[in-house]
């Protein structure tokens, strides 16, 4: 592990010694770094991880040089932060997780105005500019306005806007958080090219722990403290030969998890592939099928660690495991469980036309009730135009929309009373506290009375926002927006729930007891739902379209669709693999293009 203090400090680009910082919310004072000491060292990508409200951000405005330390010493570039920011400043690139590009600007014009603000010469910006756009692939487009750009193509543009002057250290706040799995690994080449070419250090966060794993040296940040730091394999090293992959022919994975989950000796248990992935807690192999007992068939194979298992097992190590529902957390009230299996959603040569652009071209599937089905696709590949008309709120061009037995091109009302959706940004009101967003929604959902007062409660115990039920919604940390949201969405019992990256930019605590709580819906007989960019999420899925150009290139189950992209090179693919393969092979002219 790195020791930052008394370190070499000629081969720290950023160092940070006892760095203590907080923050007054209303009437909370929050200590966003609690004696933080660590280095990033020259000429390497750095990635940043840990939870919501562990003090990422923070840590990254302070090595920009646009917070000051209450303790301690930041040094950026050679400079120290408090005596001399705009050196800093002047030294480093800062690309925050809402990078301000003007969407009625051209790409060439935010270009410009990027290059105004950091002083480059106009001499030197027709060859700066002819690197940064054939380094992103943005050439094409300089004449497109950059709200016309497809969301992985405007995270291109920020960086380069970023890069107009190259700098010392780059430091990217969760840059590919909404993206899809294409545009990721678009962004990361051109990650380890400026570190490549331009000889450039980066500092970079985020929520996917598969991208921590492609750093050459990984922070790990918890409640404002530095809990560990090193190479990506520095954090398994201790969980060799406790590692393994559990699978049962037959048995639905979310169903393994769960009883895995809770047994002595397991210190965590997650979807992975197709099985479940279980950590063991000493090296003493488990005996998984005592703890599965009247299951036949069970498999169980040594894998080795990997990132995300050392990653839990520091949290946990730390007094912070991964939180779960507790019991039948989200399934309540007096409507039974469903058990017939029949479809409740029906779509059928659905079109969807704006002007003469086709957003949705002919497509046909069915989900079935207890199901969780995932809309996979590239970024503008029609998925959330596709739930727009789902949910009602977007009416089909053409073909048939069945959503629990109403046909919503004459009966959309009496279908939205049924359904419930959560959108990719939470619809919940920013300036109305937990208990106010509880009991709005409970009354628009038609809730009243002891009724909504009882939801309200219920909401407040199972999701855990008792504690912070008089905080206004828009300070929350963004994992306990997620949990609102979802309360909000479940408040009058729907049968099928709509989720819309309900996950994006959420850390991988939040987003193991999200899924935790969509599975116990699932069993409860609540249809699911949901798109997604994370690809491991899709594997908890029990079905999946994905889509491209508003068209599905591949409809199944997740093991069935990595099976038809299998091949000599790669015959077991990952469904991250089978997606990137799957874009590549399919030749329809994409919208952005």
């Not at 596709?386 to 977007?394: A, K, Q």
């Not at 089909?396 to 069945?402: D, N, R």
């Not at 709005?440 to 855990?464: M, Q």
């Not at 935790?516 to 007989?525: K, V």
Request: aromatic content about 6%; proline content about 5%; charged content about 30%.
């Amino acid at each position: 592990m790195n020791d930052p203090v008394g370190s070499d400090k000629s081969d720290s680009v950023l160092r940070l010694e006892k760095v203590s910082l907080t923050f007054r919310r209303g009437q909370r004072r929050v200590k966003a770094l609690d004696g933080a000491s660590l280095r990033v060292r020259r000429g390497l990508v750095t990635g940043l991880v840990g939870p919501d409200g562990a003090g990422k951000t923070t840590l990254m405005r302070l090595a920009a040089g646009l917070l000051v330390p209450d303790e301690g010493e930041v040094e950026t570039a050679g400079y120290d932060v408090s005596r001399h920011p705009r050196k800093v400043q002047a030294s480093i690139g800062y690309m925050p997780q809402r990078f301000g590009l003007y969407e009625d600007l051209t790409v060439r014009e935010n270009l410009d105005l990027y290059a105004d603000l950091q002083g480059l010469p106009k001499d030197l910006r027709r060859d700066r500019y002819r690197e940064l756009t054939r380094m992103t692939g943005l050439g094409p487009f300089s004449r497109r306005l950059a709200g016309r750009l497809s969301g992985g193509m405007k995270q291109k543009l920020g960086l380069a806007c970023t890069l107009v002057r190259s700098p010392e250290l780059l430091l990217l706040d969760e840059p590919t958080v909404g993206v899809d799995p294409v545009s990721r690994r678009e962004l990361w080449a051109i990650v380890y090219r400026l570190v490549k070419e331009e000889s450039m250090s980066v500092l970079l966060s985020t929520a996917y722990l598969d991208e921590a794993e492609r750093c050459q040296e990984v922070i790990v940040l918890h409640e404002g403290k530095v809990l560990g730091d090193g190479p990506p394999e520095h954090f398994t090293s201790d969980l060799r030969g406790r590692t393994y992959s559990v699978t049962v022919p037959g048995v639905k994975k979310r169903r393994i998890q769960k009883r895995l989950a809770g047994a002595a000796g397991v210190l965590d248990a997650v979807i992975h592939g197709d099985g479940v992935r279980l950590v063991a807690k000493d090296s003493s192999p488990p005996d998984v099928r005592a703890m599965l007992k009247g299951a036949e068939d069970v498999d169980v194979r040594a894998v080795p660690p990997r990132f995300e298992d050392g990653f839990v097992a520091l949290l946990k190590k730390g007094g912070e495991p991964p939180q779960t529902p507790d019991g039948p957390s989200v399934v309540v009230g007096a409507r039974k469980k469903r058990t017939d299996n029949g479809p409740v959603i029906e779509v059928k040569d659905v079109k969807r036309r704006f002007g003469d652009f086709y957003a949705v071209k002919g497509v046909t599937f069915q989900v079935n009730r207890g199901e969780v089905f995932g809309l996979l696709g590239a970024n503008g590949a029609g998925k959330s135009t596709t739930f727009r008309m789902l949910c009602g709120l977007l009416p089909p061009s053409e073909g048939t929309l069945t959503v629990a037995g109403a046909d919503l091109r004459k009966a959309s009302a009496k279908a939205r009373a049924r359904i419930g959706y959560m959108s990719q940004k939470f619809s919940l009101y920013g300036n109305l506290s937990v208990l106010q967003n509880l009991s709005f929604f409970g009354g628009v959902y038609g809730l009243g009375g002891r009724d909504r007062a009882s939801k309200v409660e219920w909401a407040l115990d199972r999701f855990h926002l008792a504690s912070v039920k008089d905080t206004v919604s828009g300070d929350l940390p963004l994992g306990y927006k997620q949990r609102l949201a979802m309360a909000c969405a479940l408040m009058h019992e729907p049968e099928i729930l709509f989720l819309d990256e309900p996950t994006s930019g959420v850390d991988p605590l939040a987003r193991r007891e999200f899924w935790g709580r969509i599975n116990e819906l699932a069993e409860g007989g609540v249809t699911v739902m949901v798109t997604t960019h994370f690809m491991e999420e899709a594997e908890y899925c029990d079905r999946l379209a994905i889509l491209s150009a508003g068209e599905i290139l591949a409809l199944g189950t997740p093991r069935e669709i990595k099976a038809s992209q299998s091949s000599s090179e790669n015959p077991r693919p990952d469904m991250e693999q089978t997606f990137v393969r799957l874009m590549e092979q399919d030749d329809s002219p994409k919208r952005e293009d």
